[in-house]
């Protein structure tokens, strides 16, 4: 027989909150029954409160409320259904006027054991996060791992997706956020701070983060001042799993296959020196000025791309006495995946004349491994602790060949650019976390984080070659000293950071709280990188090359100065610089209860900022440090009104800033195949004025219908541009004295239909967003400001990034055999409007992203206790992602491909 213990809660933390309708000095307990294998609720179930004459019974809707005269402090509640093993909870009302408990009860002739009951609760915590949401004080949404698991998504950044008013850029780890992207919005792992793997972004890639090591993730787009100032779009925030109970064990094994990699089976070709581990230790060659030290073959490698995932989790919880426990939970999985395609790549004039024609191909490896651990030790019910260690190796291999016409160069159409780019990133996570309640009315939480991440591009390799109308053979083209060569880089970020708020719960009747605090961060960076260029002696003179076989040419045998020369960006030096970033904010907010109905929310924040850059790069070596200062005071409101017990009326107004990032600041030169990205020393921080007016109802436990109306207006606005020079270089600008977003979104989860006595379930999802973004473009300002110039073709354009419509919508059907089996298929569709990736100059048009609608099916059949199959199909409309350019003939286009439909097949195997 089942320990009651181990099933009477789902998990989740137990919501303490003001309930609508109570009035000054009541009190007592509200809550819901669920079905714990079924997820549905109990009508008629018998709640008492021990040893008092105080009971009710749960309304249709499973729903159970009683009123207590006295606030003793401790009481234990029963609940008891023919049929059902009794359950009992005990709550704390010392701590809260009303509390919420979500209660789970288990069939009498159940033979579920305790991991199958934690895995049901996990399960269940899709109807415990919207009643979460529903009483909530502050504005945030959150997808759970019941949810994630339902949908089949992989990873956070594509769980981000599903949600209303979020995209992500195809192909890349961007999410935009009501249309605005990586540099308007903040990520934290646990509430804490997390740096950025990638120099280019502000934020670390959120594809990193597995599903398997995810609870839920949230999204705030609406700022409180518990967050950083730095927001605009929205803050992500990961919480990890975490396990309670007697053990678990599980272990799972798949492997998945795109069809555009299936046609490549035995011609699927990638760079030599990365290995399908995704682990690598080479570097800089030693001394190679001095000669050709390098260690990896410039020749392509055959590579058969076998997929597969392997993953193994585990949990155990010991308990110490009558009040303390420890729970412990640890995971490590790896996941290796091939993807492949090929399409048009072009670079036009303003006027659509060719730059660059290419035919691309694209081979590409990832590899994703994860070990992450949890410790949460509960002293007793007034103080908790939690340790929380994470590791990602992540690794993204890709080779791509250019084949086609290039100005200047292969005006034939013979020339192929070879590109071979390997990128590993190594992130450790390290957070104690605290809780503990002072006094009845006094509570106190604190967080400690010690964060370093490493990026490392060792190796990038480039060559270029045509063939020569005289000698009608390849021979290697030049027409700079970066035409061909080898490309190392290296970024190394450490952080600190240390919250701490008090909270005071005012009046006895518990109308508010007011929650003092103080957020520290501390960043360091230090970046570099050198390119080898391999540039010719005797250009007239043209030696016959092989693009498969570039090793003859270029090795420690027949290299000479005088047939070919190695240079560096700066002679024999790299370009580095070094980066700081410390914020220290202190903030007070108030939560009151204005009316029986009415919260308010008041904060403000303050904020010390300092950001000093240090660079020496081929462009510029400054001797002293490029330092930001900035001090800002952040306000802050939100208000909800409680239309009834269903509907909440919410509103949310603030003030935010958005920091530029380092290598923005640095004159700092990044080429890439079709342009080349430089910082700039004078870009500023934009101001941002926000606001939001929320109407959502909750008709069921599982039910919620939301229309958000929300606008915002950005004072010197930042965005990539191209410059109006000769190279037509990229850089970062204030381009504009304001720009403004508004839009709606729409939320709906509807149960469609309850059959076969609740076994069977039909039920829909759906967001859409539809928005629209504006900035002014001034380019005097960019003149009077900077020492750059545009020329820009516009004097008005959208947001980058942003589409303005956004849809998803799901169609789930759930079916219950027995206490052992069940299955659960989903349908999902997403679909985004087209969008700008970039703005036009001297003359181009604008640059926009097509449109295109994607979907997915996903399949869970639970055989038994112990075994689980998941099957997965996405993309199966297969589209083509394209981007075109404006013109004056209609739009052109300059990049096209497919991405394949992939199928997925999981095993996963509980002890």
């Known amino acids: ?7 009477v809660a789902l998990v989740v933390t137990l919501v303490t909150t003001q309930v609508a309708g109570v009035k000054a000095q009541q009190f007592g307990v509200k809550g819901k029954v669920l079905d714990l294998e079924t997820y549905q609720p109990i009508p008629g179930v018998s709640i008492k409160i021990v040893n008092t004459q105080y009971a009710t019974s749960t309304d249709n809707a499973g729903e159970f409320s009683i009123t207590l005269p006295e606030k003793q402090g401790e009481y234990t509640l029963v609940s008891t259904f023919v049929g059902y093993n009794t359950d009992s909870t005990t709550f704390n009302l010392e701590q809260s006027e009303w509390e919420f408990i979500p209660v789970a009860l288990v069939n009498a002739s159940s033979t579920l054991d ?25 504005m945030v949404e959150k997808i759970g791992a019941q949810e994630l698991s339902r949908k089949g998504v992989g990873d956070a950044a594509s769980a981000l997706a599903k949600m209303s008013g979020v995209s992500r850029i195809e192909g890349t780890s961007q999410v935009y956020v009501r249309g605005l992207g990586d540099r308007y919005n903040t990520t934290s792992f646990n509430g804490m701070p997390i740096p950025s793997n990638d120099p280019e972004r502000k934020n670390i890639d959120l594809d990193l983060f597995t ?16 967050m950083s100032g730095d927001f605009a779009g929205g803050n992500v925030d990961i919480a990890s799993k975490r396990y ?57 490698k055959k590579q058969t791309p076998v997929f597969g995932n392997i993953g193994l989790r585990g949990g155990k919880s010991f308990s110490f006495g009558n009040e ?63 340790y929380n260690f994470l590791f990602i190796n992540s690794s993204d291999q890709s080779a791509d060949r250019y084949h086609g016409f290039i100005r200047d160069m292969a005006e034939n159409g013979t020339g192929i650019v070879q590109r071979n780019t390997f990128r590993q990133t190594k992130l450790f996570v390290n957070q104690l976390l605290g809780n503990h309640v002072v006094t009845e009315k006094i509570d106190v939480d604190w967080g400690l984080s010690y964060n370093n991440v490493t990026s490392d591009m060792p190796d990038r390799t480039q060559n270029i070659t045509h063939i020569d109308d005289q000698l009608e053979y390849r021979v290697l083209a030049q027409n700079q000293q970066a035409d061909n060569h080898r490309y190392f880089q290296d970024l190394t970020e450490q952080e600190v950071a240390f919250n701490v708020a008090a909270h005071y719960k005012l009046g006895d009747a518990d109308q508010g709280r007011i929650s003092v605090g103080y957020n520290g961060k501390i960043k360091d960076r230090s970046y570099e990188d050198i390119q080898f260029n391999f540039f010719l002696q005797q250009p007239g003179m043209q030696w016959k090359v092989d693009p498969d076989n570039m090793d003859a040419f270029f090795n420690a045998s027949t290299y000479h100065p005088d047939l070919f020369r190695i240079n560096g960006f700066r002679s024999t030096l790299p370009q580095t610089y070094e980066g700081k970033q410390n914020i220290h904010a202190v903030f007070v907010n108030g939560e009151y209860k204005l009316t029986d ?30 330092t930001f200062r900035r001090n800002s005071i952040l306000p802050n409101l939100i208000l909800k009104y409680e239309l009834d017990e269903k509907q909440n009326l919410r509103l949310g107004a603030s003030k935010t800033y958005t920091m530029p990032q380092f ?148 169609l789930s059907f759930t079916k219950k055999w027995n206490n052992d089996s069940d299955v659960m298929a989903t349908v999902m569709y997403n679909h985004f409007s087209d969008r700008l990736y970039s703005l036009g100059s001297q003359g181009r048009g604008n640059q926009l992203d097509k449109g295109v609608g994607t979907l997915d099916f996903i399949l869970k059949y639970k055989i038994n206790r112990h075994l689980g199959v998941d099957l997965g199909a996405r993309n199966l409309l297969d589209p083509t992602y394209e981007r075109f350019q404006e013109s004056a003939n209609g739009p052109l286009t300059v990049l096209s491909y497919k991405r394949g439909v992939r199928f997925s097949l999981g095993v996963k195997y509980t002890l």
């Open 663 to 810: 290598k923005e600041r640095a004159r700092f030169e990044y080429m890439d195949v079709t342009e080349t990205r430089v910082g700039n020393p004078d870009l500023y921080a934009s101001e941002d004025y926000n606001l939001d007016i929320k109407w959502e109802m909750f008709p069921r436990s599982s039910e919620l219908l939301s229309i958000t109306a929300f606008g915002k207006y950005i004072k010197d606005p930042m965005n990539q541009v191209t410059l109006a020079s000769s190279t037509n270089d990229v850089s970062y600008l204030n381009t504009g004295d304001y720009g403004t977003v508004y839009g709606v979104e729409v939320e709906v989860k509807k149960d469609l239909f309850t059959f076969d006595n609740g076994d069977s379930k039909l039920s829909v999802g759906g967001n859409a967003a539809y928005m629209k973004t504006d900035q002014e473009l001034d380019a005097e300002k960019v003149r009077n400001e900077t020492t750059y110039n545009i020329s820009l073709t516009h004097d008005k354009a959208s947001f980058t990034g942003a589409s303005d419509f956004l849809m998803n919508v799901d």
């Open 114 to 138: 305790e991991v199958v009951i934690t895995r049901r609760r996990e399960r269940a915590s899709e109807i415990v996060l919207l009643e979460e949401r529903r009483l909530s004080n502050l």
């Open 597 to 626: 109905r009415l919260t308010g929310v008041l904060g403000l924040r303050y904020e010390n900022i300092m950001q000093s850059i240090q660079y020496s790069t081929v462009l510029e070596d400054i001797g002293t440090p490029n």
């Open 244 to 300: 309670s109970g007697d053990g678990m064990l599980e272990v799972t094994l798949g492997s998945s296959m795109n069809t555009n990699v299936l046609g490549q089976w035995d011609n699927f070709y990638l760079q030599q020196g990365p290995n399908r581990s995704g682990f690598v230790n080479y570097g800089v060659p030693n001394d190679p000025f001095g000669g050709f030290n390098f260690q990896n073959s410039l020749n392509p």
């Open 324 to 386: 303390s426990r420890l729970n412990l939970f640890a995971i490590a999985n790896f996941t290796g995946d091939y993807n492949y395609r090929e399409g048009v790549n072009r670079q036009l004039s303003s006027g659509g004349a060719q730059l660059k024609d290419f035919d691309q191909v694209r081979y590409e490896y990832t590899t994703n491994a994860t070990g992450m651990f949890n410790a949460e030790y509960v002293l007793n019910p007034s103080h908790r602790f939690s």
């Open 211 to 226: 599903t398997d090591i995810v609870e839920y993730v949230a999204i705030d787009k609406v700022y409180s001042n518990y």
């Open 1 to 7: 027989m089942i320990k009651f213990s181990y099933y």
